[in-house]
């Protein structure tokens, strides 16, 4: 691969057709870092938490009132029926509650299907592909999953409140924003967290309520999975101790659990802290002692997380797994983390090591696309500029990548094999064949190659565009080549 092949496909989310190689890569990959918009226009009119988190409330409550309605009295025995032909059963009529949940499914999903299209539509047009890539990749590290009712609409405002604004800042301002969020304190059971000693749980105790107490989910997946990294010398004891500091952070009025009480007059979906579910005293993590401090006990624990060794070890290791191989060079590992740590986790001084690192400069290619990656760069070669969300999601969906459903905490997987099966490329090459039907002998394929990939279309591709019977099918082996399934 050429230098400016590698920037855009590589770096970026693959070249439009109508866009000029850069004339200096590394130069255009910076540049991105000043240009870079967290907020341009579809991302601005899309749906929004307190949005999301206001069809949620109205939902909540009611369902709560449905459950406060008297049942039903039992009829008088009614009289005999005349005899009449026999009729088909009537249709029992759905249960209330059922058609409550039905209507708060069907927006959650509208939201994020509007969600899913102002993703879209940025990454087919931005003219900063190496920042949105950064988005994307910040996203997947810090993963939550629309699995359930709550999150369907919540997922992907986590992305476009909690990450965007703060990829190319510190990266503990990122952090912060990302576990105070609505999503990530519902997926990962924060909301519902109550201290043994607090009020509430002491009172629990008392009656005998074992259902109420400590979760540790989400200090658990902070240190494993979002900071430190697994492994890296803390016991369960520390986390033990980091969820206990925890405790009192919650959502407003969608949270649920003992904490509801408290949080009734705040925004729907707003953070909040409930000192009644705070675990009270001191706590000792990693061999140092936070004093009391309710809110801020914990915020101090993340902030010496954030800049902690172990995790810029941990970035750095990602990142050069994404942009470098599957197997992070560690020269670049230890170069990225070096840049970490004497910036604080500064992320543009990291990015900018990241594009002097030569091991992200290697000709030969260094990653299988995944499902997201192989269609937005399919979108951005054949420059669609309206793709409609719901087949953006149908065919993420046929590749095996929902767009904010990994359905594990540590994300979507970044290597391979998870991504490279025959039947997965199989679906590619189905996937293809439709793009290529579709554009049918608008797009010349032969013409397109080298302006995706400038000085890097191989022989055996040329050779095989070359060949081709038709428009089409010359197209469609352009998008499913070794130069389009990989960078």
Do not use: C
């Not at 703060?166 to 109550?194: I, K, N």
Request: aromatic residues 6%; proline residues 11%; positive net charge.
């Amino acid at each position: 691969m050429s230098e400016a092949a590698i920037a855009l496909n590589r770096f970026g989310l693959g070249a439009r057709a109508d866009e000029s190689p850069p004339a200096d890569p590394r130069n255009w990959l910076t540049a991105q870092l000043a240009a870079y918009q967290a907020n341009p226009a579809p991302i601005a009119a899309a749906p929004t938490s307190a949005k999301v988190a206001a069809d949620l409330a109205a939902y909540q409550a009611a369902q709560r009132q449905i459950r406060q309605m008297p049942a039903p009295t039992p009829a008088l025995a009614p009289p005999p029926p005349p005899i009449v032909p026999p009729a088909a059963p009537p249709v029992p009529q759905r249960d209330a509650r059922q058609q409550a949940r039905d209507t708060a499914q069907r927006a959650a999903q509208q939201d994020y299907i509007n969600l899913v299209g102002a993703r879209t539509a940025v990454a087919i047009a931005t003219p900063t592909p190496f920042a949105e890539r950064l988005v994307w990749f910040w996203s997947n590290h810090f993963a939550v999953s629309a699995d359930k009712l709550e999150l369907t609409g919540l997922s992907g405002t986590l992305e476009m409140e909690a990450i965007r604004p703060h990829v190319m800042g510190r990266f503990a301002d990122m952090l912060f924003a990302v576990e105070r969020h609505p999503a990530m304190l519902l997926y990962l059971d924060q909301a519902v967290s109550v201290g043994p000693d607090s009020p509430v749980g002491a009172k629990a105790a008392a009656r005998g309520q074992r259902r109420i107490g400590l979760n540790e989910n989400l200090a658990r997946e902070i240190m494993e999975l979002h900071t430190l990294g697994v492994r890296t010398g803390y016991t369960q004891a520390d986390v033990t101790e980091f969820a206990r500091a925890m405790t009192g952070w919650t959502v407003g009025v969608i949270g649920g659990g003992p904490a509801a009480r408290f949080v009734a007059d705040r925004p729907p979906g707003s953070f909040a802290f409930v000192p009644d579910i705070h675990q009270p005293g001191a706590r000792t993590i990693l061999g140092k002692t936070y004093p009391p401090g309710e809110e801020d006990q914990a915020r101090a624990a993340l902030a010496d997380f954030a800049v902690h060794p172990a995790t810029a070890r941990h970035v750095a290791t990602k990142l050069a797994r994404h942009f470098a191989g599957d197997a992070p060079p560690p020269a670049m590992v230890a170069r990225l983390e070096t840049a970490f740590r004497r910036s604080n986790g500064d992320l543009p001084t990291v990015y900018r090591a990241l594009i002097a690192s030569p091991e992200a400069w290697r000709p030969a290619p260094a990653k299988f696309k995944t499902p997201s990656e192989w269609t937005v760069s399919t979108y951005r070669a054949l420059s669609l500029a309206d793709v409609k969300p719901q087949a953006v999601q149908g065919l993420l969906n046929q590749l095996g990548q929902p767009l904010w459903k990994p359905g594990q905490p540590i994300g979507y997987d970044d290597t391979a094999p998870s991504w490279a099966g025959p039947d997965a490329v199989m679906r590619r090459v189905e996937a293809a064949e439709r793009f290529a039907a579709r554009s049918g002998a608008t797009i010349d394929a032969r013409a397109l190659a080298p302006r995706l990939f400038p000085d890097a279309v191989s022989p055996a591709t040329t050779q095989a565009l070359a060949r081709a019977e038709s428009p089409g099918q010359a197209l469609a082996l352009l998008l499913v080549s070794p130069e389009m399934m990989r960078r």
